[in-house]
């Protein structure tokens, strides 16, 4: 595990002027914070929920939490429906988890519009390759790497009906 630096905050006192800079610096101590608790307790892996299974040839992700190797907070709150890969060329495929931030509610400022806010989500998608690969566990705890991959929570294999489950697999899980 790649060790964090020390984290940084600002120091608010009566008469400072606050910039935008400093409330950024608060902000990225707070979440650096909360991602190295995550990392450095928890490890990494699914908390609960995201169980994945193959129905009427769609991928049924089911709602859940996890947390990926840089601690960030993987949560889908609605059980989605998903379209396997059509690539003839894979016999096997691994369904991954992303964490995504994304700008939202564009406000006006000087020189021209700004987004207001910062979406958390998650986005799913398909791979020929494992990411959790070569990651370690002690204790029945997975470690976190601390590097920004995505993390693997099935295997598909094609079959002749289409994609199924492999229910050897077992994705990494926080106890």
């Not at 929920?49 to 992700?61: D, E, N």
């Not at 190797?69 to 060329?89: H, K, M, Q, W």
């Not at 470690?143 to 199924?164: D, E, V």
Request: with cysteine; glycine share 10%; charged share 25%.
């Amino acid at each position: 595990m790649s060790e964090s630096p020390p984290l940084k905050r600002p120091r608010f006192f009566p008469g400072r002027l606050i910039t935008s800079a400093d409330l950024e610096l608060e902000q990225q101590y707070f979440l650096e914070k909360l991602n190295r608790h995550n990392r450095r307790l928890h490890g990494f892996g699914i908390v609960s929920g995201l169980r994945v299974t193959a129905r009427s040839g769609q991928i049924v992700i089911e709602p859940g939490l996890a947390l990926d190797c840089e601690g960030n907070e993987l949560a889908s709150d609605t059980a989605l429906s998903i379209v396997p890969p059509a690539n003839g060329d894979w016999p096997l495929a691994y369904l991954n988890v992303h964490f995504v931030e994304r700008g939202a509610d564009p406000i006006p400022a000087s020189g021209g519009d700004e987004l207001s806010t910062i979406t958390e989500s998650v986005e799913f998608v398909f791979a020929p390759e494992n990411s959790n690969r070569g990651h370690r566990h002690l204790r029945a705890r997975w470690l976190a790497c601390g590097k920004p991959h995505p993390l693997t929570i099935a295997k598909l294999r094609r079959g002749p009906q289409g994609w199924r489950v492999e229910r050897g697999y077992r994705a990494p899980a926080i106890k």
